[in-house]
């Protein structure tokens, strides 16, 4: 009998001598919200000390998008600790296999934690929300210009932990699109969006899920298409024609005072200043300058590289310049929507 269990713990040493790894699980989640990101922490050991990384790779999971297969990694004497992020796409998903392999000189057996079943609840929100499912949500800037007669574009930047902005969108807007968003980063990322919306709207309002506390969030952006509004990295200077008017006006006003006094009290020497209101008055009644633009040029929706493009000229056109900004050009184009395009394609005409 003794000889039997020596030679059975002999074939098992044998064939477990190249078993290097060992895993379990450290923290997973009792609960996830589907579309919400979560965090598995795996409690890994090596009995080899010389090696080069573990390698970590994941199998048979359905319903389950995995966000970083290199891991957030924390030491705890000789264990490490590494965290991966995970976010639910369905309602009924399957939790990955976890597999791990030594990379090092010599060829070892990679090891397999299995998956654990995971209790995953869907939400029940209303229109507004946002599809944003975050332990905090805080808009950084946000800007508001008029895109065309019957709409505007609201530009906004926020930044948000553990989630993933790409997953955003709005209901009942007419168009909307990532400007820019942080690659690669679940923990603290950042966007730029845009939203195309009705002029009539005042306020644009949505909501997001709150993880920490576990509840509906409302975030609120005012529209104001205004010069001193906020300005954000896009560097977008809307334009309020009812505002230029009005100093036009106030300028009229002013000349015809100022003639109406040179009479009256029969000192010309009053006429000189009519000229300060009448060369403002000359200055903004100044045609808009025109620019050629190339055949094939992009239009953009904002003046950022990567950005959306949401036209393309078929020949050379002659638009009306509405503003600059760093290596890009505001355009009128013929259907009357606000576009820009890179300095780099304009030309002489």
């Not at 800037?141 to 969108?169: E, G, H, M, P, R």
């Not at 239009?299 to 990567?306: A, E, M």
Request: charge should be positive.
């Amino acid at each position: 009998m003794k000889k039997i269990f020596l030679f059975t713990l002999f074939l098992f040493s044998f064939l477990h001598a190249n078993k290097v790894l060992y895993l379990s699980y450290e923290s997973i989640p009792e609960r996830v919200i589907k579309g919400a990101v979560f965090s598995v922490t795996v409690k890994t050991i090596s009995t080899v000390q010389n090696y080069q990384s573990i390698e970590y790779s994941f199998h048979n999971q359905s319903g389950i998008r995995v966000l970083n297969t290199i891991p957030y990694r924390e030491i705890k004497g000789k264990f490490f600790l590494d965290t991966f992020k995970f976010i639910a796409i369905s309602r009924y998903a399957k939790f990955p296999d976890i597999e791990a392999k030594l990379i090092a000189d010599a060829e070892y057996e990679t090891t397999q934690l299995n998956a654990k079943k995971l209790n995953i609840i869907s939400l029940n929100p209303q229109k507004d929300f946002s599809n944003i499912i975050a332990s905090s949500f805080e808009l950084l800037d946000y800007k508001t210009t008029s895109y065309d007669n019957k709409s505007n574009i609201v530009v906004f930047s926020a930044q948000a932990q553990n989630t993933s902005l790409d997953d955003i969108n709005f209901n009942n807007v007419l168009k909307q699109g990532i400007e820019s968003l942080t690659e690669n980063n679940v923990i603290d990322p950042r966007i730029t969006y845009y939203v195309v919306i009705d002029k009539k709207i005042e306020q644009f309002k949505f909501t997001y899920f709150n993880t920490q506390s576990n509840k509906f969030e409302k975030i609120l952006i005012p529209i104001t298409v205004d010069d001193d509004s906020v300005t954000t990295q896009t560097d977008l200077k809307p334009k309020d024609q009812s505002k230029e008017q009005l100093k036009v006006n106030i300028a009229i006003t002013l000349a015809v005072i100022i003639f109406i006094l040179a009479l009256w009290r029969k000192k010309y020497i009053y006429v000189i200043f009519i000229f300060i209101p009448l060369g403002y008055i000359a200055f903004m009644s100044t045609p808009p300058t025109e620019v050629c633009i190339k055949k094939g040029t992009n239009i953009h929706l904002l003046p950022v590289d990567n950005g959306t493009i949401f036209e393309m000229t078929q020949k050379q056109y002659l638009l009306m310049k509405e503003g600059e900004a760093t290596n890009y050009t505001k355009v009128k184009l013929h259907n009357e929507k606000i576009g820009w395009v890179k300095n780099e394609d304009l030309c002489s005409y």
